[in-house]
C-alpha cells in the first residue's frame, strides 16, 4: 500500500480500479509531397469532421454540465475556424510542400506559444485550447481518433486531460480522476465540479498503476495505491457516510432557508446561461441571485441583438415562474474578451476598461440590453443589477439612462413591470465604502466577493503565485462585508453575496449574524448550504 500526495479540485472519497488514459504521443513526421492541393483538401475533410465533433461534445456537454460549462467547445470552434489557424496552415503546406499533418502541428505548436506568452490570463488560458483543437486534427488526419476509453467504472488516471476528453467520457464510468499536470482553474478541474467527480491535480502518477486498486480521499487530497484490507473497510465506511449525506441533503429540498432563531434568507443559485436553469430547479433554489448576461456576447460573432437578448431573459423568467430572477449587465473585459468589442490591450485589464465603464461610454450597447431586460420583466420575476460601480454618479447616470429606456418602450406601447427592481454590485472597495450614499440611490445591493478580495487585498485573482495571499477570509474583506449590510439596512434595502464565498460553509454562520439578507451560490451548494443556514442563529 503506497500513499501519493496531490491537491484535491473537487472533494468526495472514491475506490476502485485505475485505468490509465494514454494518448497517441507519437512525433508527427515531417514529410514532403508533390501534390499540395491534394494535402489542402485533406486538411480542410479533416477540419470540417473535427468541427462537427466538437459540435457533438458541446450538446453531450450542454446536457451534462451546463450552458457556462459547455461554452468552452464553441470557443473550440471559433479558434478551429479562425484565419490565422487555417492561414498558417494553408501557408505551411504551399511554401514548404509538406503534408497535411506536419502543417497543423507547426500551426498549433506556434500559437500555443503565441497565447502562452500573453500577459493576459485569458488568452494565457487560451495556449491549452489551442494544443486541444490541434490535437483534434491531427487525430482525424491519422484515423486515430478511437483513444483508449475505460468501458466499466473506473478511476482515470492521465498526464492532464483536456476538456474536450473529460466530457466525452461516460460519466457513469468515472469514479474519480487524477492528473500529473493542471491547474484548479483549468476548463477540466470546472468540468470535474459540475460532474460532481471527485478529482486529484499534481500527482506523481505512475503507468504501473493501470489495473490496479485505488482509493481517491479527495479531502485529504490523496490516493492510495494497493490498499490493505483494513483501510479499504475503513473507506468503506466513508463512502457509506458520503452517500448518506447525499441522501441527508435531498431532504431538505422543499424545506425553508430560515436560521435556528427564525431568520430568514433568500438563498438564490448563480448561472451563466438558460441551460443552467435545470439544474437551478433540481436543487430547489428559491430563485436566481446572478444570471450572468455576458454568455450572449461570449457565444456570439456580432453584438447580440436586442430580439435575442429579449428571447433569453423571457425564458429564464417564464422557467422561473415567478420566482425572482437577477440579471446582470454586460460585465465584458478583464479575463472575459470578445473580439468584435475591439478593446484595446491594457497593462492591467481587472483595472481597466470593462463592465459598466464600457456601457456607460457606450450607450448604445447598454440601452440595447436595458430594452431587452424591460421587456423580458413583462413576463416574470426579473430584476436588473448593475456591476464594477465606484460611484454616485455612476448609478445617477445609469439611472437616468434607464429612465430613458423606460419612456421609450411607454411611448412605443411596449409591456414591461415598471416596479422592477433595479440594484448594483459591491465589489469594489470604494463601492463599500460609500455604500451608505450608494443604498439611497437603488434597491438592493449583492457583494461579489471575487473581486471585493482581490481589489482590496491588491492581489490578482488569476495568479496562482497568489493563492496563499488572495485570502476571502481576510478580516478586510469581511469587515466591509459587514460594512455594506449595515449600510444597506439603514437605507431599508437588502444585501446579498453572489461571489464563490457565499458557498463557504465557514462562514455561513458569520454572514447571517452580519445580516447578509441572500445568498446566491452555484446550484451543486444550494442544498449544503441550506443545511448550515438552519443549523446556524443570526442573532445570537
Known amino acids: 500500500m503506497t500513499e501519493y500526495k496531490g491537491k484535491a479540485i473537487v472533494k468526495g472519497i472514491a475506490t476502485g ?23 489542402k483538401e485533406r486538411y480542410a475533410a479533416a477540419k ?45 503546406i504551399d511554401t514548404e510542400g509538406v503534408n497535411a499533418e506536419y502543417a497543423v502541428a507547426r500551426t498549433g505548436d506556434n500559437l500555443a506559444e503565441v497565447f502562452a ?58 469514479l474519480a480522476f487524477v492528473t500529473r499536470l493542471g491547474s484548479s482553474n483549468s476548463h ?33 487530497g490523496v490516493i492510495i495505491v494497493d490498499p490493505d484490507e483494513a483501510t479499504v473497510m475503513e473507506y468503506n465506511k466513508k463512502i457509506a457516510k458520503q452517500t448518506e449525506r447525499k441522501n441527508l441533503l435531498n431532504t431538505l ?20 446561461g438558460v441551460g443552467d436553469v435545470a439544474d437551478v430547479l433540481k436543487n430547489d433554489a428559491k430563485g436566481i441571485g446572478l444570471f450572468r448576461s455576458e454568455f450572449l456576447y461570449l457565444e456570439s460573432d456580432d453584438f447580440p441583438t436586442e430580439e435575442q437578448q429579449f428571447e ?22 478583464a479575463d472575459k474578451q470578445v473580439d468584435y468589442f475591439n478593446l484595446d490591450k491594457e497593462d492591467n485589464p481587472a483595472l481597466g476598461y470593462r463592465a459598466i465603464r464600457i456601457c456607460l461610454q457606450q450607450p448604445e450597447i447598454f440601452r440595447t440590453q436595458l430594452r431587452a431586460l424591460l421587456r423580458a420583466s413583462a413576463f416574470g420575476n426579473i430584476a436588473i443589477m448593475y456591476p464594477m460601480i465606484i460611484s454616485e454618479d455612476e448609478v445617477l447616470k445609469i439611472k437616468e439612462i434607464s429612465s430613458s429606456v423606460k419612456e421609450e418602450l411607454k411611448a412605443e406601447g411596449i409591456s414591461f413591470d415598471e416596479n422592477t427592481e433595479e440594484g448594483i454590485m459591491i465589489e469594489t472597495p470604494a463601492a463599500a465604502v460609500i455604500s451608505d450614499k450608494l443604498a439611497k440611490l437603488v434597491d ?27 485570502d476571502p477570509h481576510h478580516e478586510a474583506v469581511l469587515r466591509l462585508i459587514e460594512l455594506v449590510c449595515k449600510n444597506a439596512h439603514e437605507a431599508g434595502i437588502w444585501a446579498g453575496i453572489c461571489g464563490e464565498l457565499g458557498s463557504d460553509l465557514e462562514l455561513t454562520e458569520r454572514f447571517m449574524k452580519m445580516g447578509v439578507d441572500e445568498l446566491s451560490v452555484s446550484s451543486s451548494r444550494i442544498l449544503p448550504v441550506r443545511q448550515k443556514i438552519r443549523q446556524s442563529k443570526a442573532y445570537s
Open 17 to 39: 480500479k485505475v485505468f490509465f488514459y494514454s494518448k497517441d504521443t507519437e512525433a508527427v513526421r515531417r514529410i514532403k509531397v508533390s501534390d499540395t492541393e491534394a494535402e
Open 48 to 92: 470540417e469532421k473535427a468541427l462537427f465533433q466538437l459540435d457533438e461534445i458541446y450538446k453531450k456537454a450542454l446536457e451534462e454540465v451546463g450552458e457556462e460549462n459547455a461554452a468552452i467547445f464553441e470557443v473550440h470552434q471559433m479558434l478551429l475556424s479562425d484565419d490565422d489557424f487555417n492561414d498558417s496552415v494553408i501557408n505551411v
Open 117 to 174: 506568452a500573453m500577459e493576459d490570463e485569458y488568452f494565457k488560458a487560451r495556449a491549452a485550447d489551442m494544443k486541444d483543437i490541434t490535437e483534434r486534427v491531427l487525430n482525424v488526419l491519422k484515423g486515430s481518433e478511437s483513444t483508449n476509453v475505460p468501458s466499466e467504472p473506473v478511476i482515470l488516471i492521465a498526464e492532464d486531460l483536456a476538456p474536450s476528453e473529460t466530457v466525452q467520457m461516460d460519466k457513469n464510468n468515472l
Open 188 to 220: 477540466t478541474a470546472i468540468l470535474a465540479r459540475n460532474m460532481d467527480i471527485p478529482a486529484l491535480i499534481g500527482v506523481e502518477i505512475s503507468k504501473d498503476w493501470n489495473g490496479k486498486q485505488a482509493i481517491i480521499d479527495g479531502v485529504r
Open 253 to 272: 429540498k422543499g424545506q425553508e432557508d430560515v436560521t435556528l432563531d427564525g431568520k430568514h434568507i433568500k438563498l438564490y443559485a448563480n448561472i451563466g
Open 312 to 333: 433569453a431573459y423571457k425564458k429564464v423568467a417564464q422557467l422561473m415562474a415567478g420566482k425572482k430572477v437577477i440579471i446582470r449587465t454586460l460585465d465584458i473585459g
Open 444 to 470: 438592493f445591493f449583492s457583494i461579489g466577493t471575487n473581486d471585493l478580495t482581490q481589489y482590496t487585498l491588491a492581489a490578482d485573482r488569476q495568479n496562482a503565485k497568489l493563492e496563499a495571499i488572495a
